[in-house]
């Protein structure tokens, strides 16, 4: 069974930083394109980061560049999105997704809520 768990979303005041987590099991973790979402009330899914299968290419909405940084760690299935100087606009449910070729999985997603 296919199954992206994330964990480490929370409550942070503005300017505070979180790292989330995302463990992948039942695929072959390290062949598959990895990225981060979010969404908002309202608001539509969009992407935030991405990483490629052997974290030598990076990309990043522009709105957290330099705030934000996606890792992966294939020994242990997990990709890392590490969040530093938080903003009130970061409050979001945030999902992990692991892509290759057809084939497309998310999380469950973990809230993350910025607020003084």
């Known amino acids: 069974q296919v199954q992206l768990v994330e964990s480490g979303g929370g409550l942070v005041q503005p300017g505070g930083s979180l790292r989330l987590s995302c463990a992948g099991s039942?695929?072959?973790?390290?062949?598959?394109?990895l990225s981060w979402y979010r969404q908002a009330p309202g608001d539509k899914r969009e992407l935030i980061a991405g990483?490629?299968?052997?974290?030598?290419?990076?990309n990043y909405l522009d709105s957290v560049k330099g705030r934000f940084t996606i890792s992966r760690d294939n020994a242990k299935n997990t990709v890392y999105l590490q969040m530093n100087s938080l903003k009130p606009e970061d409050t979001a449910v945030y999902y992990c997704?692991?892509?290759?070729?057809?084939?497309?999985?998310w999380g469950q997603g973990t809230q993350v809520t910025v607020s003084s």
């Open positions: 997704n692991a892509r290759a070729s057809i084939y497309e999985y």
């Open positions: 039942g695929f072959t973790f390290s062949t598959h394109y």
């Open positions: 990483i490629t299968t052997t974290g030598t290419s990076l």
